[in-house]
């Protein structure tokens, strides 16, 4: 769900305003973090964004490829195809491999 979510939100703000860098990455990350947040709130979880999941990093990996292909010249639906493919293959290799952001060290007292 996350590179759908991710290349939906990107493609919406293609539609809207073109060829635009931080709408069109804004937009994709914000839409599958977003609906990943809510997802988790729903079933009463701790948001796996707020983890050391690779979560927001693979999507905007695949949203920046989707618009790198977009400025390059490709067609939509191509890069479409392509940006879902990197940011879901980005998540699940990141699984399987057990991949995680470093954590915060510190006192937060």
Do not use: C
Not at 97 to 102: A, E, Q, S
């Amino acid at each position: 769900g996350l590179g759908i979510f991710t290349i939906i939100g990107g493609t919406f703000a293609y539609n809207l305003f073109g060829l635009n860098f931080l709408a069109i990455v804004f937009a994709g990350v914000l839409t599958a973090v977003g609906g990943g947040i809510l997802r988790d709130v729903f079933v009463n979880q701790v948001p796996i964004v707020f983890v050391k999941e690779l979560y927001v990093t693979a999507s905007f990996v695949g949203i920046f490829v989707f618009y790198f292909l977009l400025y390059t010249g490709a067609e939509l639906y191509v890069a479409t195809i392509v940006g879902i493919v990197i940011a879901t293959g980005t998540r699940l290799t990141a699984m399987k491999f057990n991949w995680h952001l470093p954590k915060v060290k510190g006192n937060l007292d």
